[in-house]
């Protein structure tokens, strides 16, 4: 069936853009069908607008093309005919929607199976109860909801780690299990209920707040009244009336017939028994409100504070000789560790060798961080950076590498001068004009040294191995000196250069900014913005249309503007040379009716005739389109705003005007004279400057530029020749796009804070030597003082030095410009020095996507052409951090998350009081709030560092966007949680006087199990050895996190608890090297990425060889896969096996409510071979199943009479004996019970699967 569908799917896309009329989808006009809905919404998410026929419930399909005539149905032009709700849901999906990869693809395919077969009868079941449509009693409708909750279990544990059922996005398997659990969230579960299924519940409001869910659902209210409570009464109405039932008010117009004697009675003993029923809920209620402190006292044990008091002076060891608390506690196992590390220099490339220039055999790797801004403090973005450079940092210093990661902070020209100013004016009511510029960065310098290293207490607190010794401040001398010498010399060079050019200017800073400070503002048409130094709000998102009259003609030619008040400054007006509208007017001009300018009509194939009236007023000075055009027509250049946004260089009243009053004032100008044509809606983006939130405004600026296009190819050519990687691979396609259209590069900033720029402008005291212009770059001259700079002049001008005068440029350069030399200038470029020998080129630059541009490429180009290398071999990139709904970390909807409050943790009244600290205003710090207390109604729990980091490393799948669930974050907590416990319970097993033997290697004594937990160590070794080649994080914090919970807790530990209770001396003593090897090596394995919680349990644990083993997990050798080769496949499939019965075996435990009492279990096999391998096994079964006894049938024998079955395999079926501890004619009736009602419910659905079956 899935074939035929993949099939039917192919071809309809194939030939989806030949199709002339959209499909139809034939759907039952109930509004509560979920089918139906989930058809929708699959329609929705495959971008797809099908026509949508409904049909009388009672009517099938006419159409005998349909294979199956049932509904929701499917037909396309393209002849594609399919029915049924997976079906049809399938087609219509896009193919990302189905998983990817041929796993994730079986994964969605099964949950989709589940919601089908299991899910939605279970969901009808318990809502047609409560609904009323299904009559039934009490205990009925118990027995529906009890079915259900048990299914939500299964749903609730699955999702406790995941945001999404299958990978990191939305497939069609949310959809389908989503739309299953409709009725259920409408009707059947209310709060109380609710409560116990967070992570289901959590995923479920996910999903129906997709733009995708709401466009069908609209917003889905929760049920708040309990399934006991009296039945809603629905009435179905026509979908082409309405999705929605119709409102209790419109049902109370409606006059009721009337009712005979008998049913006035019935209603009045339903009533009594109604009383009846909400007294004894009240009462019930009581009861448990009694309770509710011990329930309090349970959660706070949970996630208990435990401190550690032990006297420790900063760079001690900490105490692990005391007992270990009773539960992991971040604060506890948090407490002194890296003051300790740092302190033995076990972060220094030089730690276990005489210098950094000693030959290591294994390698080295040196890594610089992405200097974050000096004003900055940490958010997730710089965590997740952090987690992923630190685990590969520790994994290569683990593997014995000379290891440097390179810490250093950037000056963040504009934000830090920004913050600057705000104090300085708050304080002292002064402005960086009343100080003077050496006074104002004097104050800059100190604030720095107050406040500008909090950034690095942060990044320590995360666990950040750097050496921070040979951290760098971007304004330190020896950088500094970098920046002057790459700029003297590509000046020298003329790569760099002086123009005259549009840039993005603010108003507000009196500066221009680089494009990635520009935030691009979508509207969709009409819409009201605030502007930095406006009272009212300013009209964007329109089109205005206005009309120039043709010189000397009663002709008009109507253009269309976003920005009416720059027609001020126009000085043509274009339209496509192929227009057959404006061919007479060729040449012609028209008149500007507040300047009287004659502007030319010019032709050029860049305006679209598609768009507005085909014609189009050209502003040179103010657009960059325009000013490209008028390059091409050599027109007039007029700057009508200037560097405070007000207007210059216009007739009044518009002179002097602020830039969007006069847009007002412009339009109704327009409308006087009779120029004024319409107004419009129009969808359009604004550009706004991400520091000061003022609109950017194109201006004509000299400015000083890089010329790129010959460092770009250079880029571009070594990805091509492989001496570059980039990783992903799908990055590649914007790399080229960049490098082989780049433009110049403008490095100019109108500030004071930064490096100045080192060049001259050049004034001549004599009359032979003509006055330069400041865009004429001769007349400039660049020098590493002003001295050397003159006696430049001198030479170029060939005048004595007493002529000359020097006026050195007021701005300083773009904060990307010394960014671009950091990889060099750490090291003391251009002076040669041991660490730029060695540590130039590095090995590796992981940062985020969104700045492949702004920095990547500019190091490797100032690299390349400054040092004649590459500044590194591999470049990695990361995916953005986006929040648990895929929305854009924003404080406006208060979803920024600072990484220190999930490590500590903060109440919700905590994360409020922080929005009060920003720059928002009051509405958007409510809707900010109302956010924040959706997402975390109860604050934020205490996760920890090493949660934070696991779990964002195990988000970073090698896409663009990351969506960060903290709850997600919480459930790592409980897995260290789990970590101190096993190595609790196995530092017990070991025993006081343990010694490991000197290596790991098996003695050949070994059992079953642990030569199985030997091997499946192995492959855990293996995956995360080409998962760090690969940067594939999640394959290696998966493949730890299912060793050790799943495999080694779950299994290993259960079985060797009867063998350390025994009495088998060489058994225990084999199982306990077994085990100090599985903990040595899982830590081990997990080191890089939980770095405190490792270390605290490895130090808990003895030394192979104490007098010679390194004294910190973080520089002891990480496992490979040449010292743990123990992999056997064959025993894996063997245990595989066993674990499939014992799953069998607990399912039928679970079903009967068998929690605590033991049953023998029989096991018939099919052969003699799984007869004898299962026989193998039976101890552990007995042990992890718990079970009496296990007793493995040889084929031909029968179990006893009693026993409830269940299929664990194609060769064994397990018999649990359950008589005489089960009511058996009871749970017979339950079966029948529970048949008659799915039948009932859903008559269409066949069960699929076995159930439980009792043999009398």
């Known amino acids: 069936k899935v074939a035929r569908v993949e099939r039917a799917a192919a071809g309809w896309r194939c030939r989806s853009h030949c199709l002339l009329t959209m499909p139809t989808v034939y759907l039952s006009p109930h509004p509560d069908n979920f089918q139906n809905l989930r058809v929708l919404v699959a329609a929705h998410y495959g971008r797809q607008e099908p026509k949508v026929v409904g049909l009388p419930p009672d009517r099938e399909l006419g159409n005998p093309s349909f294979t199956l005539p049932k509904l929701p149905a499917l037909e396309t032009q ?93 497939t069609l398997a949310d959809v389908t299990v989503a739309c299953s659990l409709l009725l259920p969230y409408k009707y059947v579960l209310d709060q109380a209920l609710r409560t116990s299924y967070t992570n289901v519940t959590r995923w479920f409001l996910t999903c129906v707040n997709q733009p995708e869910f709401k466009a069908v659902l609209g917003p889905v209210k929760l049920c708040d ?55 004894k809920k009240e009462k019930s209620q009581q009861q448990q409100g009694e309770k509710k402190p011990k329930a309090e006292k349970k959660e706070k044990k949970d996630l208990g504070v435990i401190t550690y008091d032990v006297p420790t002076r900063p760079g001690e060891k900490k105490d692990v000789t005391s007992p270990m608390p009773d539960s992991y506690s971040p604060q506890y196992v948090e407490a002194a560790w890296y003051q300790w590390w740092e302190s033995q220099g076990f972060f220094k490339p030089e730690y276990g060798r005489r210098s950094v220039s000693e030959p290591n055999p294994k390698g080295l790797f040196m890594m610089c961080i992405p200097p974050p801004n000096v004003t900055g403090s940490l958010h997730l973005g710089h965590a997740l950076t952090n987690a992923i450079q630190d685990s590969l940092t520790r994994w290569h210093r683990m593997r014995g590498e000379t290891t440097l990661w390179n810490p250093g902070c950037d000056h963040a020209g504009i934000a830090t001068q920004v913050v ?21 960065i004097e104050e800059v310098w100190k604030w720095k040294n107050e406040k500008g290293d909090r950034i690095y207490h942060q990044l320590k607190k995360l666990g950040a191995s750097m050496d921070w010794d040979r951290a760098c401040f971007t304004m330190d001398p020896k950088l500094s000196y970098a920046v002057q010498e790459a700029f003297i010399r590509l000046h ?76 001020l400054g126009d000085t043509a007006v274009a339209v496509h040379p192929e227009d057959p509208r404006y061919q007479h007017l060729h040449g012609q001009r028209v008149l500007h009716p507040f300047t009287g300018r004659l502007l030319p009509i010019v032709c050029d194939d860049f305006v679209d005739m598609e768009f507005g009236t085909g014609a189009v007023k050209i502003t040179p000075a103010h657009d960059p389109n325009d000013y490209e055009v008028g390059l091409r027509h050599e027109l007039e250049f007029i700057t009508i705003i200037d560097e405070n946004g007000y207007l210059v260089n216009v007739p009044p009243p518009f002179l002097g005007m602020k830039r969007f009053d006069a847009r007002r004032a412009v339009l109704e100008a327009l409308k006087e004279k009779g120029h004024f044509r319409e107004v419009k809606d129009n969808p359009m983006v604004v550009p706004v400057c991400s520091r000061s939130k003022d609109v950017v405004e194109p201006l004509l600026k000299p400015q000083w530029y890089v010329r790129c296009d010959t460092m770009a190819r250079g880029a571009a050519e070594a990805v091509r020749r492989g001496d570059l990687r980039i990783v992903p691979d799908f990055h590649l396609k914007t790399w080229f796009n960049w490098m082989d259209s780049i433009r110049d590069w403008c490095i100019s900033r109108q500030l004071w804070w930064g490096h100045r720029i080192p060049a001259y402008f050049v004034t001549i005291d004599d009359p032979s030597v003509p006055p330069g212009e400041d865009t004429d770059g001769k007349y400039w001259v660049s020098g590493r003082s002003e001295q050397e700079a003159k006696e430049k002049a001198a030479k170029v001008f060939k005048v004595p030095l007493d002529k000359i005068s020097l006026r050195q440029d007021e701005d300083v350069l773009d904060t990307w410009f010394s960014s671009g030399l950091f990889p060099f200038s750490i090291f003391g470029w251009p002076n040669p020095s041991e660490d730029l ?22 190091m490797v180009m100032l690299g390349l052409k400054l040092t004649g290398k590459l500044p590194f071999r591999e470049v990695y990139l990361h995916a953005v951090v986006r929040d648990a709904h895929g929305r854009k970390m924003s404080k406006s909807l208060g979803n920024v998350i600072d990484p220190l409050d999930v490590i500590t943790g903060i109440t919700l009244e905590g994360l409020h009081a922080q929005l009060l600290d920003s720059n928002l205003d009051s509405a958007e710090i409510e809707r900010a709030k109302q956010g924040q207390k959706s997402d975390y109604p109860s604050g934020i729990p205490e996760c920890g560092t090493d949660a934070l980091r696991f779990a964002l490393c195990a988000y970073t799948s090698q896409g663009r966007d990351i969506n960060l669930d903290v709850n997600r974050i919480l459930g790592y907590r409980h897995f260290c949680n789990k970590l101190w416990n096993a190595t609790k319970f196995a530092i017990r097993g070991l025993g006081d006087g343990f010694q490991p033997q000197p290596n790991p290697k098996p003695s050949g004594t070994e059992s079953l199990i642990d030569q199985w937990i030997l091997s499946r160590l192995s492959h855990a070794v293996e995956l995360c050895s080409t998962g760090f080649q690969a940067y594939d994080f999640p394959g290696i914090t998966t493949a730890i996190y299912n060793f050790w919970l799943y495999e080694l807790c779950d299994v290993y530990l259960e079985c060797l608890k009867p063998v350390f209770a025994g009495p088998d001396e060489a058994a225990i003593k084999t199982a306990q090297n077994v085990l100090y090897t599985c903990l040595d090596a899982g830590l081990r394995l997990l080191s890089p990425f939980m770095p405190f919680v490792t270390e605290e349990l490895f130090q808990r644990l003895p030394r192979r060889s104490p007098a010679s083993d390194p004294p910190s997990i973080c520089v002891t050798s990480y496992p490979t896969t040449e010292q743990f080769c123990w992999r056997n496949e064959g025993l894996e499939c063997t ?109 269409t659905v066949t069960r699929a699967h076995g159930r439980p079956r009792l043999h009398h």
């Open 492 to 567: 020298e060079e003329g790569v760099i250069y002086r123009s005259k050019r549009l840039v993005n200017w603010s108003c507000t800073l009196n500066s221009a900014i680089s494009d990635i400070e520009v935030d691009k503002k979508e509207l969709t048409g009409r819409t009201l913005l605030p502007v930095p130094g406006y009272k009212e709000k300013v009209e964007f998102g329109v089109l205005v249309s206005f009309a120039y009259k043709i010189e000397g003609s009663d002709d008009e030619v109507v253009v269309a503007t976003t920005r009416i008040e720059t027609m």
């Open 837 to 858: 020998q060695v540590f130039y080129p590095g090995t590796l630059l992981e940062t985020g996507h969104d700045i492949l541009f702004f920095w990547v490429a500019r």
């Open 1135 to 1243: 245990v595989d096996f066993m674990l499939s019965i014992v799953r069998a075996v607990r399912s039928l435990r679970a079903d009967y409510n068998l929690t605590k009492t033991k049953a023998d279990c029989y096991l018939q096999c099919q052969d003699s071979g799984t007869a004898e391998a299962v026989t193998c096994c039976s101890d552990y079964i007995r042990t992890l199943s718990s079970s009496k006894q296990v007793l493995v049938l040889q084929p031909g024998q029968m179990p006893p009479s009693g026993c409830a079955v269940a299929i664990a395999s194609d060769r064994c079926t397990v018999h649990l004996l359950l008589k005489g501890l089960i009511d058996a004619e009871k749970e017979v009736s339950k079966l029948v019970g529970k048949k008659s009602r799915v039948a009932e419910a859903n008559p």
């Open 78 to 170: 393209a002849g594609v005919r399919v029915s049924g709700p997976a079906a049809v849901s399938y087609l219509l999906s896009p193919d990302n929607m189905r998983g990817q990869g041929p796993k994730a693809r079986a994964s969605v395919q099964q949950w989709i199976n589940y919601a089908d077969l299991e899910m939605a009868p279970a969901a009808c079941a318990a809502a047609f109860s409560v609904l009323g449509i299904s009559k039934q009693n009490k205990q009925v409708l118990d027995r529906a909801v009890a079915e259900l909750r048990k299914l939500l279990e299964v749903l609730d544990g699955h999702l406790k780690l995941r945001t999404y059922l299958v990978g990191e996005a939305m």
């Open 225 to 279: 009244q309990s399934p006991g409570g009296v039945p809603l009464n629905l009435e179905l109405k026509d979908p082409a009336e309405c999705r929605m039932a119709e409102s209790s008010e419109q049902r109370q117009q409606t006059e009721p017939p009337p009712k005979s004697a008998s049913q006035l009675k019935k209603e009045a003993k339903k009533k009594e028994k109604l009383e009846k029923f909400q007294q």
């Open 420 to 440: 600057v100013e705000k104090k300085l004016w708050k304080e002292q009511g002064k402005t960086r004009h009343d100080l003077g510029r050496e006074a104002f």
